[in-house]
């Protein structure tokens, strides 16, 4: 069973940028591609960003130019840098399989306000 623990997340300005992490334990994390997904008031989860086993990434429209998404599969850790960072990524940022779900973490709280 996978376990996931995100952190990194904070108070920041309109502009600024944060850098996320996510350690993985309980599975194989060389062989596990992984996604970045974000909890927003009033919305549902949504996704944010993929990393392949191969380091190959993909984005939605808005995340693509702001946030990198990048792995250390020594330290088994995925990260998510936010950069540009608008009011409305504020959220809760969690991370999770790619091919398949597992059990979800506390996730990470990002505020971006002035």
């Known amino acids: 069973q996978a376990r996931f623990v995100e952190s990194g997340g904070g108070l920041v300005q309109p502009g600024g940028s944060l850098r996320l992490s996510c350690t993985v334990s309980?599975?194989?994390?060389?062989?596990?591609?992984f996604d970045w997904y974000r909890q927003t008031p009033g919305k549902d989860r949504e996704y944010v960003a993929t990393?392949?086993?191969?380091?190959?990434?993909s984005y939605p429209d808005f995340s693509r130019g702001r946030f990198v998404i990048s792995r250390d599969n020594i330290k088994r850790t995925v990260y998510l840098q936010m950069n540009n960072l608008k009011p409305e990524d504020t959220g809760v940022y969690y991370c999770?399989?790619?091919?398949?779900?597992?059990?979800w973490g506390q996730g990470t709280q990002v505020t971006v306000s002035s």
């Open positions: 309980g599975i194989n994390f060389k062989l596990n591609p």
């Open positions: 990393i392949l086993t191969t380091g190959l990434t």
């Open positions: 999770n399989g790619a091919e398949r779900t597992w059990s």
